[in-house]
């Protein structure tokens, strides 16, 4: 389910695209303005393309490209269908459309603000060109559609960079090392499309007559390519410089690559665009390179700027920009200052709300805000102080790179306003919305809902309804931020249930859905969690109801999915994970999860067809990410491998397991296990680890662990991760018993042996988190004398460490080491030693429910040993005393059914074999769940036991 940081970027508040991978693509493309920039334009769109002109290809083209200057993406591409729909379309244009959607693609992702949405479409561009490629794989435009998915590889670089930004460990790690990963595939494919666009160009002859106005634009279109390929493979190493630390080796070599590639590209293309564009280029990464390079960089942007050629604006403008940002780094703040308000004067409204527009506006404020130390008099602080204001308010209201850094400047040097109730009344829609949307851009959140209050307390609903939804909206999200998730779903689900066409309906939904699962989360009991849990249900689906073909409604598909997969509803999981859209960028992780669903409805009911289509989905979602470029360390990729693994060890296929994980493992080997990403690597290393004991690969497998060892987890982590790995290991020698593979169980067992000893016999590395785990997986095996060796150890060694038994744990840790002993005794039929360790706990806690169980065990134990009536008795009266004391708790817990299942074990052994299980059919019928399945299947053995000891 979608965590708040992801709502809060789909909802519009994430940060744009790269302001530098904006300005280089421009100045080889057309520009591509969004609608938002052409707000005051007379030139309207069209509200749909109805359907295709007839019209020769060259006015064909030239309305396409009239659409995308103007950022009408969507509507370019219905024209585009609508031309493959109609019949008189010429033929040869008609095999290209697949090509143009995907351009189109690419550059509308660039222009949006929505990672998600981004990553979707640029998803959808790769599967265009794919659908191009392989109707027209020897078409004219074939070469070219390499250098369009070296770009969508490029853009997904940037992406994750950006993502990098706003998360934090193991999460942030994982979308750097995405980011790396798709830089170097992007500069792999644009190296490899250079050559073939570089000959094409050469097989032009070097002049040709003006009058052959046919071949001349073939050759301007091929260099063009071509210049373009080669200034997208040198801006690859300057934006994968800015995955590394300012200053680090990494960067520095990087932007030097970036210097030498700028360099050549001037020289050879200086009196065009893209020479000039290389030119700032190469001077951005001579300031990025630190103090030694912003001589030579601020001596190109003084070349650049003082061009006079009027079509050079556009790029003197954004270098201009980068020169701001030099003085700034060379401590002018004055005359940066100065430069940022001069850029800010001579730039047109529409400029000023720009990209490179914002960035100016946060370095005037930043330069001032530096200059304060200096000033000596108040007024002239307080001045400055205001114009900083002013201007960070502005640049907090657009979504952007600095919008975060420009909110804490705004806690410091704004005062926090106090919401005065009847100055809020005074105010009219405008004006209250103006005022909530400044504090909602600071996550100033409660002065935010009490002005979008007022707005709506300021508007008809009915007469003005796109202002009252829009303040709903706003308010709604101002109430799930701030934390009030109740008033949030209200607004929200108000908004969704009753405007179902709403501009802000489909929103709303989410963030209903994401309010009902916070107060989920919060809600302690049982009951009410259900009740809430049928809340979430039922808005889910009527989400995907109303808005079936939208993020919303995949976002919506995904809750119904989780809760189905939770309750075990295995079927209806599977379908609503199988109903996300193909073109959601949440695709693979929805077919992954469908697998799952299949896979587990497979073990439940027996059904062999559940199984395969399980597998195949998996497997289908693992070669859709790798496809799709995912990096090996990628969090999601990894999980697939995961799962997939877990489905090969269930089928005994141990090879296979290896072979999947086995990339990854590597993969991580390469890189340092750090804090950040320790959590990844342990699950991967679970696995692995269970795929080599399971292969007999005993050495392997202790390697594996050595390496869990390491992660750096806690120690709380660490006791459960190997709990949960024993439960595994013994699920995994369950299935091969099952499937009466005697040889597996006996490889697997034995190898399992060999590691737990070599982990008690090492030197070196022991923690008592693994000294413990082999213990009592020892004991699990049926070794008990071993594992009694083990414990004895393990209490000796920290037992005799005042600064682990006086830490927060060290005494529950040892108290269970010792009932792990006397169980030992217990089974090794040393009871004088277990008696002995279960008195001593017993008197220094005489209610501690673990001791008592212990004493149990060994009551039961020995008289199955002596097979006295009298010791038969009292180990009954023991174990069926305790399961009534457990009855009095509700809900009961599982040691009520655990002491039931003892006391008729018992009568078993007494001979009462009838009475043993009529106990149990008892209380069965009281409690049908039995506690758990695995206890209830316990009932059930045992059940069928007796009736054939009759």
């Given amino acids: 389910m979608p965590s708040s940081r992801v709502l809060q970027r789909f909802l519009g508040m994430n940060r744009t695209a790269a302001f530098v991978a904006a300005f280089v693509f421009a100045s080889v493309v057309s520009p591509r303005p969004s609608r938002a920039a052409f707000a005051d334009d007379d030139d309207e769109p069209p509200a ?49 459309i697949d090509f143009e959607i995907g351009k189109s693609l690419v550059d509308e992702a660039m222009s949006v603000g929505d990672y998600e949405k981004q990553r979707e479409m640029l998803e959808q561009a790769r599967k265009a060109f794919d659908a191009f490629l392989k109707a027209n794989p020897k078409h004219p435009k074939a070469p070219e559609v390499s250098i369009q998915k070296a770009k969508i590889l490029y853009q997904r670089g940037i992406l994750a960079r ?84 300012v200053g ?55 070349e650049l700027l003082d061009h006079t050629d009027p079509r050079l604006r556009d790029l003197q403008r954004k270098v201009a920009y980068f020169k701001i940002i030099a003085l700034r780094k060379r401590k002018e703040f004055a005359l940066a200052a100065d430069e940022s308000a001069r850029w800010l004067q001579t730039a047109t409204p529409q400029q000023r709300r720009t990209a490179e527009g914002i960035a100016v506006r946060f370095e005037l ?85 009490a002005y979008y209050k007022a707005a709506i307390r ?19 999200f101002s109430e799930y931020f701030g934390g009030r998730y109740e008033e949030a779903d209200v607004v929200a689900e108000h908004l969704a249930r009753n405007y179902p066409k709403g501009e802000h309906s489909a929103q709303s939904a989410a963030i209903a859905m994401a309010a009902v699962l916070s107060e989920y989360n919060e809600t302690k009991s049982a009951r009410d969690k259900e ?103 990628e969090p999601g990729i990894v999980a697939n491998a995961s799962e997939l693994a877990d489905i090969y060890l269930q089928q005994g296929k141990t090879k296979d397991a290896i072979a999947i994980l086995e990339p990854h493992a590597k993969a991580f080997a390469n890189s340092p296990i750090t804090p950040d990403n320790s959590a990844v690597v342990i699950r991967l290393l679970t696995y692995y680890m269970r795929s080599h004991i399971a292969d007999g690969q005993a050495d392997q497998a202790l390697m594996d662990m050595r390496r869990i060892e390491q992660s750096g987890g806690s120690a709380a982590t660490m006791t459960e991760l190997y709990f949960q790995l024993g439960k595994l290991l013994q699920k995994q020698m369950d299935d091969l018993a099952k499937r009466n593979d005697r040889a597996g169980l006996k490889r697997t067992q034995e190898t399992y042996q060999r590691v737990l000893k070599a982990v008690v016999d090492s030197k070196a590395g022991q923690t008592y988190e693994s000294m413990q785990w082999a213990g009592e997986s020892l004991l699990t095996l049926g070794y008990p004398q071993d594992a009694a060796a083990v414990f004895g150890k393990v209490y000796e060694t920290f037992g005799q460490n005042a600064e682990f038994a006086a830490s927060a744990n060290g005494t529950l840790r040892l108290t269970r080491t010792r009932l792990k002993l006397a169980q030992a ?37 020995h008289a199955k040993k002596t097979k006295s009536q009298s010791d038969y008795n009292i180990a009954f009266n023991h174990w069926s005393k305790l399961a009534q004391r457990m009855g009095l708790r509700k809900p009961r817990p599982a040691e009520y059914f655990e002491s039931w299942y003892h006391a008729a074990s018992v009568l078993k052994s007494q001979g009462k074999p009838r009475e043993a299980a009529a106990m149990l059919k008892g209380i069965m019928r009281q409690e049908p769940r039995v506690g758990s399945p695995e206890m209830k299947q316990k009932y059930e053995d045992f059940i069928k036991q007796a009736a054939e000891a009759k």
């Fill in 162 to 245: 950006q993502q990098s930004d706003e998360l934090e460990g193991p999460d942030k790690q994982a979308k750097i090392a995405e980011s790396r990963t798709m830089f170097d595939q992007a500069r792999t494919s644009y190296a490899d499309a250079v050559k073939p666009l570089q000959d094409a160009y050469a097989a032009f002859p070097p002049f040709i007559p003006e009058t052959d106005k046919e071949k001349r634009e073939a050759k301007r279109l091929a260099e063009s390519s071509m210049m373009d390929a080669r200034l997208q493979l040198a801006l690859v190493d300057y934006e994968q410089a800015q995955t590394y630390p």
């Fill in 48 to 96: 749909q393309v109805e359907s295709a002109p007839e019209a020769s290809v060259d006015v064909i083209q030239a309305f396409l490209e009239g659409l995308r200057k103007r950022g009408y993406f969507d509507l370019e591409r219905d024209y585009l269908e609508s031309l493959r729909k109609a019949p008189d379309t010429d033929a040869e244009f008609k095999k290209t």
């Fill in 365 to 449: 404020a930043k330069n001032i805000i530096s200059q304060l130390p200096t000033v000596t008099r108040e007024a002239d602080k307080q001045a400055g102080i205001k114009k900083a204001v002013d201007e960070l308010t502005e640049v907090v209201r657009y979504a952007s790179p600095f919008k975060m850094e420009a909110i804490e400047y705004l806690r410091k040097y704004k005062p926090k306003n106090k919401t005065n109730i009847d100055s809020v009344a005074k105010l009219n829609f405008d004006e209250a919305m103006l005022q909530a949307d400044e504090a909602r851009s600071t996550n100033d959140w409660d002065r935010a809902i």
């Fill in 531 to 633: 009740i809430v849990l049928r809340r979430l249900i039922d808005l889910a689906e009527y989400t995907v109801a109303t808005w079936p073909d939208s993020e919303q409604g995949d976002i919506a598909r995904f809750y119904l999915g989780e809760i189905n997969l939770g309750k075990a509803r295995y079927a209806d999981a599977a379908k609503a994970f199988e109903s996300v859209r193909t073109a959601s960028s949440r695709r693979n992780e929805a077919l992954m999860k469908a697998g799952v669903a299949h896979w587990l409805m497979s073990k439940d009911k027996n059904q062999d067809e559940q199984a395969k289509t399980g597998i195949a989905l998996v497997q289908q979602a693992y070669k859709g990410r790798q496809e799709g470029g995912a990096p090996l360390t």
């Fill in 458 to 476: 300021k508007v008809d609903p009915i007469k003005d309804e796109k202002k009252s939804q829009l303040a709903r909206y706003q308010l709604s």
């Fill in 248 to 302: 680090s080796k990494e960067r520095n070599d990087l932007l030097d690559q970036g210097i030498k590639a700028f360099e050549e590209l001037h020289k050879r293309f200086r009196t065009q665009m893209a020479g000039l564009t290389a030119r700032a280029m190469q001077a951005k990464c001579f300031e990025e390179r630190g103090d030694d390079g912003l001589g030579p960089a601020m001596g190109i942007y003084n």
């Fill in 825 to 861: 005794y217990i089974a090794s039929d040393q009871d004088d030693k277990a008696k002995e360790i279960i008195d001593q706990l017993i008197k220094d806690n005489p209610r501690m429910l673990d001791a008592i169980f212990a004493l149990g065990e060994y009551l039961e134990a």
